[in-house]
């Protein structure tokens, strides 16, 4: 039987990490390790490690902030498993994961996996809106890391699984502030190590709880894929321009508006997509209209950011440094 390494790299959300703890502790398969990083934190979660010591095998460590990647290798120096699981902290699993993971790690020959992270009912109106966005294959859900992509995967680290001793050779994370999960991903297969994608091994991922906050992440997410294709040239796709477009068409189309009126039933168009589309998944009308914005906060961000970096990496040749200047987490 295999032994699991849960790696919980955590900045200032112990009422998260206490949901993700309840989730642990209701799995029908119960032999593990949980490994919690205190990256920095002004709101420790010590409090809520040391109450769930009593129901699950916890170790928590205290560092000075690094950033993701960092924190997540010094939680993997300190784990036993043969199998190393990463998970935000704003992640909840179904009872199952973790049996659903065995029996794919014990029938099948991969070294490394993900799953699909989808929106729970208890979650509120702005997160299952947020949810929706990142899932959608109207948006950029189609490329990111709950689908398959006709050639190759590319596990992401908010549901991430890697043998040890691969993570091992690669080094792990690099410090890269965001995209270090799919820098991981793509030198895992560089190297000729195997990804697969485990349908069944979903999490519930809460991510943002507001617009602003959730602009900035999908902002830097853009900005990450030119970084990334600077550290892995040819990895950025046609379908990595899409966000741009979209941003720069509405645009036009906006300006297109003072000289043509009917101009505005283009603008329409894809809301009204995005609405029905949300209606059809989440059958909630509220979840829907907000989905609407959600969607254009996520292809506007993720489209200028991409546009920024590749003007200031690309043209300008500035160094990767300047993307994440300030803490990824603030």
Same mark, same amino acid.
């Given at each position: 039987m ?10 200032? =959300? ?6 993700l703890f309840?989730s ?7 032999? @593990? ?14 409090t ?6 009593k129901?699950?095998?916890?170790? %928590?460590?205290v560092?000075?902030n ?11 120096a ?7 699981? !990463?998970?935000?902290s704003?992640?909840?699993l179904?009872?199952? %994961? ?15 996996f ?11 109106t ?5 949810? !929706?966005?990142?899932s ?11 689908k398959? +992509?006709?050639?190759? @995967? %590319?596990?992401r680290? %908010? ?7 691969? &993570? ?12 270090e ?20 091994a979903?999490v519930?991922?809460k991510? +943002?709880?507001?617009f602003r906050? @959730?602009y ?7 900005m990450? =894929? ?5 550290r ?11 966000p741009s477009? &979209? ?12 000289? !043509? ?17 949300a /209606? ?11 989905a ?11 489209? /200028? ?5 590749f ?11 300047f993307?994440?200047?300030?803490n990824?987490?603030?």
């Amino acid at each position: 039987m295999n032994h699991i390494s849960f790696i919980i790299p955590v900045y200032n =959300r112990p009422d998260e990490l206490g949901e993700l703890f309840e989730s642990l502790a209701a799995q029908t398969r119960p032999c @593990f390790e949980i490994i919690v990083v205190e990256d920095g934190s002004v709101e420790t979660s010590e409090t809520v490690c040391s109450h769930f010591e009593k129901l699950l095998p916890v170790q %928590y460590i205290v560092q000075n902030n690094t950033g993701p990647g960092p924190a997540r290798n010094a939680g993997a120096a300190k784990a036993t498993g043969n199998w190393l699981i !990463y998970l935000d902290s704003d992640c909840i699993l179904p009872p199952n %994961y973790l049996e659903t993971v065995e029996k794919a790690i014990d029938s099948c020959n991969f070294d490394c996996f993900g799953g699909p992270d989808k929106a729970h009912e208890s979650f509120n109106t702005i997160q299952k809106a947020i949810g !929706y966005a990142m899932s959608s294959i109207l948006t950029t859900g189609g490329i990111r890391g709950g689908k398959e +992509r006709m050639d190759i @995967f %590319y596990p992401r680290s %908010y549901n991430l699984g890697v043998r040890a001793a691969v &993570f091992c050779t690669l080094n792990g994370f690099s410090e890269m502030r965001f995209g270090e999960d799919l820098d991981f991903s793509m030198r895992t297969l560089a190297h000729g190590y195997s990804t697969r994608l485990i349908r069944e091994a979903f999490v519930y991922h809460k991510r +943002r709880n507001s617009f602003r906050s @959730f602009y900035k992440q999908v902002f830097n997410s853009g900005m990450a =894929r030119i970084n990334l294709d600077m550290r892995h040239p040819g990895t950025i796709k046609l379908v990595h321009w899409l966000p741009s477009l &979209f941003a720069m068409g509405h645009i036009f189309i906006i300006l297109l508006l003072c000289m !043509y009126p009917f101009a505005l039933l283009l603008l329409a168009i894809m809301p009204i997509m995005f609405f029905l589309h949300a /209606l059809f998944q989440t059958k909630e009308v509220a979840t829907a209209l907000l989905a609407v914005i959600a969607s254009f906060t996520q292809l506007f961000g993720y489209g /200028l950011g991409f546009m920024k970096a590749f003007i200031l990496r690309k043209i300008l040749k500035r160094p990767e440094s300047f993307s994440f200047t300030r803490n990824f987490y603030k």
